[in-house]
């Protein structure tokens, strides 16, 4: 049946979502705000520039592999799952472009010997909402896996 291998993909790309994400939130960042101010800025940045590039192509294929393994499983105990997982990663691309994304472009135009305050105060809100972002892309997986497991 298709819906073994779409089920797959959606657990295997939020899996892999859900992991870097949380790596952000708990070793990436804690780390790089522990540098001289400088630094963080330039860091930031650097990340900002790459992850401008990755992020867009990732998140959107699990968003299509979560919405694929919705309409796979229609009829079947696993679409609620696969469904919610959809949903969640859903709403997590809708925070992202709404509110991380006006922060990146903050972080990426904001100068190296900047004020440190400033700094502080848009690195805090950018990490406050990707905790938000880190429990949605770790309930998709969740519900990926239980999609998978219902099957």
Known sequence: MIDGP?????????GLLAGNEV??????HPVIRRLPIRAQVEVEQSLTRL?????????????VATIGAAFATLGTPA???ALLAAGAIGLMLVITLT??????????????DGD???????????????LVRVILDVSAFA???LALAAR
């Open 6 to 14: 779409i089920l797959f993909a959606a657990v295997l790309l939020c």
């Open 23 to 28: 790596a952000t939130l708990i070793a990436f």
């Open 51 to 63: 992850l401008g590039v990755i992020m867009p192509v990732y998140m959107t294929a699990t968003l």
């Open 79 to 81: 679409f609620v799952f």
């Open 99 to 112: 509110q991380n994304l006006p922060l990146n472009k903050r972080t990426l135009d904001f100068p190296p």
């Open 116 to 130: 440190e305050r400033s700094w502080s105060e848009i690195r805090r809100r950018w990490e406050r909402i990707h």
């Open 143 to 145: 519900c990926a896996i």
